[in-house]
């Protein structure tokens, strides 16, 4: 009975290309139901792990070691890791995104081995076998239409580095203004209509007596 349950889910995993998850222990749940011994995963699945069990998502070039108390969302291309840790063996570029961070082979088609671990806000990735990239994207403050900006590390084979979960936001500075943008200035327009206006009245705006008359007349009446 138990050959009967499982084969027809491997031709389902084989025929959908999707994966099959094999479980060792109690206490692993997929999309919040309890899994049998073994179990296609596809898209979107959510697998979470009890602390007294293990599980091992399989697919074509890759398989993945799910650890205790651990949360991991399948997809095809990527495995994305909510908290817990995880070892993935992978010849085809096989990813862990943990919230805006991403760990990805250096070497996508050459048999990479790697560990995430995501605790209290914190990622560690230890590069087994092979090197392997950390990317983060950090959304910009002041242009929040314009494309993310990112940084990678390389982890080379046998080191470990770690980072914060979330990503900081990157502050765009604001450019100061050129003297050609004050010029450009609702402000500096309406100065120079009112500078203008003063000289022009200056020269316009006055008695017809000269300044300087030919015959200046005296302000003491004549005797």
Same mark, same amino acid.
């Given at each position: 009975?138990?050959?009967?349950?499982?084969?027809?889910?491997?031709?389902?995993?084989e025929?959908s290309a999707?994966a099959?998850?094999?479980i060792?222990? %109690?206490? =692993?749940? =997929?999309?919040? +139901? =309890? %899994?049998?011994a073994?179990?296609?995963?596809f898209?979107?699945?959510l697998v979470?792990t009890?602390?007294?069990? =293990?599980?091992? #998502?399989e697919? %074509?070039?890759s398989?993945? !070691?799910?650890n205790?108390?651990s949360?991991? +969302?399948y997809?095809? @291309?990527e495995?994305? $890791? @909510?908290h817990g840790s995880?070892?993935v063996?992978?010849?085809?570029g $096989?990813?862990?995104?943990?919230?805006?961070?991403?760990?990805?082979?250096a070497n996508p088609?050459?048999?990479?081995?790697y560990?995430v671990v !995501?605790?209290?806000?914190?990622?560690?990735?230890?590069a087994?076998?092979?090197?392997?990239?950390?990317?983060?994207l950090a959304?910009?403050v002041?242009?929040?239409?314009?494309?993310?900006?990112?940084?990678r !590390? $390389?982890v080379r084979?046998?080191e470990q580095k770690?980072?914060?979960e979330?990503?900081? %936001?990157v502050?765009?500075?604001?450019?100061?203004?050129?003297?050609?943008?004050i010029?450009?200035?609702t402000y500096?327009?309406?100065?120079?209509?009112?500078?203008?206006?003063v #000289?022009?009245?200056f020269? $316009?705006c006055?008695?017809? @007596?000269? #300044?300087?008359?030919?015959?200046?007349?005296?302000?003491w009446p004549s005797?």
């Amino acid at each position: 009975m138990t050959m009967a349950a499982v084969f027809p889910l491997s031709l389902v995993a084989e025929d959908s290309a999707a994966a099959m998850l094999r479980i060792s222990g %109690a206490g =692993v749940l =997929v999309n919040n +139901q =309890v %899994a049998p011994a073994s179990v296609a995963l596809f898209n979107n699945d959510l697998v979470e792990t009890g602390n007294a069990a =293990v599980a091992r #998502i399989e697919m %074509a070039g890759s398989t993945a !070691d799910i650890n205790p108390d651990s949360m991991v +969302q399948y997809h095809s @291309d990527e495995l994305v $890791l @909510d908290h817990g840790s995880l070892s993935v063996n992978t010849a085809r570029g $096989l990813r862990v995104r943990v919230g805006c961070v991403t760990i990805t082979p250096a070497n996508p088609t050459e048999w990479t081995h790697y560990q995430v671990v !995501d605790l209290d806000g914190k990622i560690t990735v230890m590069a087994l076998k092979l090197d392997v990239y950390i990317d983060a994207l950090a959304k910009r403050v002041e242009e929040p239409n314009k494309p993310s900006q990112s940084s990678r !590390d $390389l982890v080379r084979e046998g080191e470990q580095k770690s980072r914060s979960e979330k990503c900081a %936001a990157v502050y765009i500075k604001p450019e100061r203004p050129g003297i050609a943008a004050i010029m450009n200035s609702t402000y500096a327009k309406w100065s120079a209509i009112v500078a203008v206006g003063v #000289i022009t009245c200056f020269g $316009l705006c006055h008695d017809d @007596d000269p #300044i300087s008359p030919s015959q200046p007349q005296s302000k003491w009446p004549s005797p």
